[in-house]
């Protein structure tokens, strides 16, 4: 299976934009969709985004995700970081191949 | 209201079995590819294994690392995935959760999540 790499940890101040990646270690990122999940501690995962770029209802349009073919990678952009949105997120694809199912390590956002 | 309730966690002894169950309700159980995600104490999520639904053929997919050692199933009728894990060592200690996926979307997107039940494996 290929790996989906996501940096530790990401820190940003109230009101600015935080930029969290999820590249993708062998073959296109194109070819699979990607999901973002939001954990704060003690809760369930809950989706920020599926589908590349698609944002369920009730997610704030701060969040945004899209997809760079040539830096092979996917991104999570939430504009206007706000202190309720400290948590981990996880990038999630899959591989055609066998239909396995990869989780990104997880990233830690600090809004400080 | 869509509600996925998983129980059957606790304490077991390493080499020890533990059946999982996960009711559903609120959607169309029958339809949904239905999977199992877990994550272990201060770690990431890890996908344990995957049934799709009767429509899409039954079959079963699982992670590398519970192969051959955890089975899912379901029960239509009831609305109920299960999890049934033998041989369990210490590293199979995690929260698991009950996911669903939805037919409006990609089939590998978790939409739905339950609040998780907890396994400890531990001598």
């Known amino acids: 299976n290929f790996m989906l790499t996501q940096p530790h940890s990401v820190s940003e101040s109230p009101g600015k934009t935080a930029t969290i990646s999820c590249t993708r270690s062998s073959g296109s990122i194109a070819s699979n969709f990607v999901q973002w999940y939001q954990q704060r501690p003690g809760s369930a995962p809950t989706t920020v985004i599926y589908e590349d770029d698609q944002r369920p209802s009730g997610v704030p349009d701060r969040f945004s995700g899209s997809i760079d073919s040539s830096s092979n990678s996917a991104s999570l952009t939430i504009s206007g970081v706000k202190t309720e949105d400290e948590a981990d997120y996880y990038c999630q694809s899959y591989d055609s191949s066998n239909e396995d199912v990869v989780f990104g390590g997880g990233t830690k956002l600090t809004v400080l | 209201e869509v509600q996925l309730v998983e129980s059957g966690g606790g304490l077991v002894k390493p080499g020890g079995s533990l059946r999982l169950s996960c009711a559903a309700s609120?959607?169309?159980?029958?339809?949904?590819?239905m999977s199992w995600v877990r994550q272990a104490p201060g770690k990431g999520l890890e996908w344990v294994g995957r049934i799709k639904s009767k429509a899409d053929g039954g079959t079963t997919e699982y992670a590398a690392p519970v192969k051959g050692t955890f089975t899912i199933s379901r029960d239509d009728s009831k609305n109920t995935l299960f999890l049934q894990m033998n041989g369990l060592k210490t590293e199979d200690t995690a929260i698991y959760y009950c996911?669903?996926?939805?037919?409006?979307?990609?089939?590998?997107?978790?939409?739905?999540w339950g609040q998780g039940t907890l396994v400890t494996v531990s001598s």
């Open positions: 996911t669903a996926a939805s037919m409006n979307f990609d089939p590998y997107f978790f939409y739905y």
């Open positions: 609120g959607f169309t159980f029958s339809n949904a590819w």
